[in-house]
């Protein structure tokens, strides 16, 4: 295990400076080509532009596991794309040092038809990670996933809990510079979300930088460290995560 | 518990405001990712043929039976062409990899906007690896075209050795082509609507199953010229039917015309290429 040295300084591996992200709706949607061909001859285009981000300024530290959370719609979700590199921003600096992992949503990344070992293969290159280090930790994934001789069944005999597990365990058998939780910790039963948890605690002593985004209060506490708190695109707090959670509930609690 | 620590490394830098142009960004980004690449192939083509009993063999039996229901329909027609068999399938094999590359470029894109919203990848990859399933597919088809060749009377000469040079050019048009074809449909879904009947009457307008003199001489010159389909399928064909190369200016032509909407695509394409995750 690697030990952090606790002279030096923490350093940032995100930075974020002024980032805001403007979703640019449509007045009412316009599907055709043909419609918005004549609209856009006779001007009657009107955006109606979304701010769902605005001006935010955000430092990561490398190694910890930082919370973000916020009512639904408050732009956490549009937060980890930026930080992801999914989307550029409209405007503002984004600064990343290293490779961003995020957990991809149940089923992204997988074809149905194929394998699971053909599926680790595919999410794996997916993820940035050549044929011959997945060929390297294939038999690992297949232990940590749990699946046994399921892992040379085709995936539309997969159980959600199964698709989960190995979607996990391909994510994470490799201690990823930063890894992208949005949401996910709540699926399978509760031994392998404890597993998930134990590997997610090991990676904070190592080099692994953590983003979790979750409603559920408690994760947030017993995970992470310090967290921010995300309202209408920008950021209300940030600091120690009891803090910006009591300080999120009073808000609530308030409203 | 343990936890594999792979790399000390200090990884790469990502920054915003120091970014080269995007363009060649995916480009080296497919290299990079050229191991996603292979594995977006073979995704293609395995699940593709897995449920099918036949499986890959349909790639074999699909353009020789389109060619025999052209030639039942076509062959009294145009008796006169020498090999006439050889002729519609050469034709047919490379405009089916045509219309299946660029299609399945706009196809891929959707496929892929699930993973575009939430991982980076070079979004280019999906088009390249489209065009990688095509070339299979292709190179699986000359199976036929080589036993129709025999039956055909039509003889092997040294000439063939240039059809890897044609396959590049038409690869690159259609890849060109696809990748402006998936941008506008990004914007807009009807585009992939539209494209479909372009396709279709864009593969009337260019001899495959018709020979060429049969367009009366005064038009012939504007109707070929304006085609970029034409001079590409001439030099496919060329070599196979006549085992000998075009002649220096329609290889000219077909090397710019391809060269040239590819660099076109490819930069269209990777101008919008960080909108897509606002619009998928």
């Known amino acids: 295990m690697m030990t952090m040295d606790m002279n030096q300084p923490p350093q940032d591996v995100i930075r974020l400076e002024k980032i805001s992200v403007r979703y640019r709706l449509p007045g009412e949607q316009i599907h055709t080509f043909k419609e918005y061909v004549i609209r856009l001859v006779q001007k009657q285009i009107q955006f109606k532009d979304f701010q769902a981000l605005k001006e935010v300024n955000l430092q990561i530290r490398k190694g910890e596991i930082f919370g973000i959370i916020g009512n639904n719609g408050a732009g956490k979700s549009t937060l980890l794309k930026v930080i992801s590199r999914v989307l550029v921003p409209t405007q503002g600096r984004v600064w990343i040092k290293g490779k961003v992992s995020p957990l991809l949503e149940l089923g992204a990344g997988f074809h149905p038809e194929l394998t699971g070992r053909e599926n680790v293969f595919l999410n794996g290159t997916i993820l940035g990670h050549s044929h011959r280090e997945i060929e390297e930790h294939m038999h690992e994934i297949i232990e940590f996933s749990e699946l046994g001789s399921f892992i040379d069944a085709s995936l539309r005999t997969y159980s959600s809990g199964m698709y989960a597990r190995l979607g996990f365990a391909v994510a994470t058998t490799w201690e990823p510079d930063i890894l992208i939780l949005d949401e996910v910790l709540s699926v399978g039963d509760e031994a392998f979300q404890r597993k998930c948890q134990m590997r997610m605690k090991g990676f904070r002593n190592g080099n692994a930088t953590s983003i979790l985004v979750s409603h559920s209060m408690e994760a947030v506490r017993s995970l992470c460290e310090r967290a921010a708190w995300l309202d209408h695109g920008t950021i209300r707090a940030v600091g120690p995560a009891d803090e910006v959670i009591a300080k999120y509930r009073q808000a609530q609690a308030g409203a | ?280």
């Open chain 2, 1 to 280: 518990m343990c936890v594999n620590i792979m790399k000390i490394s200090e990884g790469p830098i990502y920054d915003s405001a120091r970014r080269g142009p995007v363009a060649l960004e995916e480009f080296r980004g497919i290299f990079q990712y050229r191991d996603l690449i292979y594995q977006l192939v073979r995704k293609d083509i395995v699940s593709r043929y897995k449920r099918s009993v036949l499986g890959i063999a349909w790639t074999l039996l699909q353009p020789l039976a389109m060619m025999l229901i052209l030639l039942l329909v076509f062959s009294t027609l145009f008796q006169a062409i020498k090999g006439y068999p050889a002729y519609i399938l050469s034709g047919l094999i490379a405009w089916t990899f045509f219309a299946q590359t660029t299609s399945a470029i706009i196809n891929q894109i959707v496929w892929g906007g699930a993973l575009l919203k939430q991982i980076y990848v070079p979004r280019t990859s999906f088009g390249v690896s489209a065009i990688g399933t095509g070339l299979v597919n292709l190179a699986l088809s000359l199976i036929p075209m080589f036993l129709i060749m025999l039956l055909a009377d039509v003889p092997f000469r040294w000439g063939l050795l240039f059809l890897p040079v044609a396959i590049l050019f038409l690869a690159a048009f259609a890849l060109g082509v696809g990748l402006i074809i998936s941008t506008m449909a990004v914007h807009f879904p009807d585009v992939a609507e539209m494209y479909s009947i372009v396709l279709m009457a864009w593969m009337y307008l260019t001899p495959i199953v018709y020979p060429e003199n049969i367009i009366p001489e005064t038009y012939r010159f504007w109707f070929f010229n304006i085609n970029p389909m034409y001079h590409i399928i001439k030099i496919f064909r060329m070599p196979i039917l006549d085992g000998m190369l075009p002649d220096a200016m329609t290889l000219i032509a077909a090397g710019a015309v391809s060269s040239l909407t590819l660099i076109l695509g490819w930069l269209f394409f990777s101008k919008r290429a960080d909108t897509f995750a606002y619009y998928l």
